[in-house]
């Protein structure tokens, strides 16, 4: 089973929310931040939102900063990404990434997940 | 925030070769928070290097990095070819934030 499983992408419209998902096996993931990270088509990656491990701490990138809301359930092994009033220019492979460093968000990001895309079109 | 900008865009190389790419920072990064990914198409992302030099589990010695400050470099001894992809550097740490540079496309000559 591959140690991180995106989902909930889809096509929407502009002003939609949407909710995306991080599922996680394999690793301890009540011990590690937790981030995502965006790739428009054709294009370069882009950090978004991270969340430490105890889900107290979050941070957002400014170019979504008020659009977006992180949360985790441990117990669930879980890290979703709530994204409202959605953009053309939020189209995009949204992926989740595991911290390297553990009980912190000093990491570089080991593990990646295949990422789920998000289109905004009308 | 600091902006990281990758040299060349664009490398061509011929299996064997030595490549050398450049990440350049607008601004003093600490040597302890630089890292390297490597993406093929259609591919997630993969750290190849962390904390400027230190290869993740699984990266092969061929690929080293190097630099301080503003400067820095992965440089891969001698291409193989699944080596042929797009590398990004990143700076990260929630104090300073996580920014990835624009990428290098190492392309087969």
């Known amino acids: 089973e591959a140690p991180l499983v995106e989902s909930g992408g889809k096509v929407v419209q502009p002003g939609e929310s949407l909710r995306l998902s991080c599922a996680a096996s394999g690793f301890d993931f009540q011990d590690y931040a937790m981030h995502w990270v965006r790739q428009p088509p054709g294009k370069g990656l882009e950090w978004v939102s991270v969340i430490s491990w105890d889900g107290l701490i979050m941070s957002y990138a400014d170019s979504m900063k008020g659009r977006l809301s992180v949360s985790r359930d441990n117990t669930e092994r879980s890290v979703h990404l709530q994204m409202k009033s959605l953009r053309s220019e939020d189209t995009a492979v949204y992926f989740c990434?595991?911290?390297?460093?553990?009980?912190?968000?000093?990491?570089?990001?080991?593990?990646w997940g295949q990422g789920t895309v998000v289109t905004v079109s009308s | 925030d600091i902006v990281l900008t990758q040299s060349p865009g664009t490398l061509s190389l011929s299996p064997g070769e030595r490549a050398t790419l450049s990440c350049w920072a607008s601004?003093?990064?600490?040597?302890?928070?630089l890292a390297w990914y490597q993406q093929t198409p259609g591919q997630s992302p993969r750290l190849l290097i962390h904390s400027t030099s230190t290869r993740a589990t699984g990266t092969p010695d061929r690929f080293s990095g190097s630099g301080s400050g503003t400067h820095f470099t992965l440089t891969i001894s001698r291409l193989e070819p699944e080596d042929f992809a797009v590398y990004y550097c990143q700076q990260y740490g929630f104090s300073q934030g996580y920014t990835f540079g624009p990428g290098t496309r190492v392309e087969i000559k």
């Open positions: 601004q003093s990064v600490d040597s302890d928070f």
């Open positions: 990434a595991k911290d390297l460093a553990i009980f912190g968000a000093v990491g570089a990001f080991d593990i």
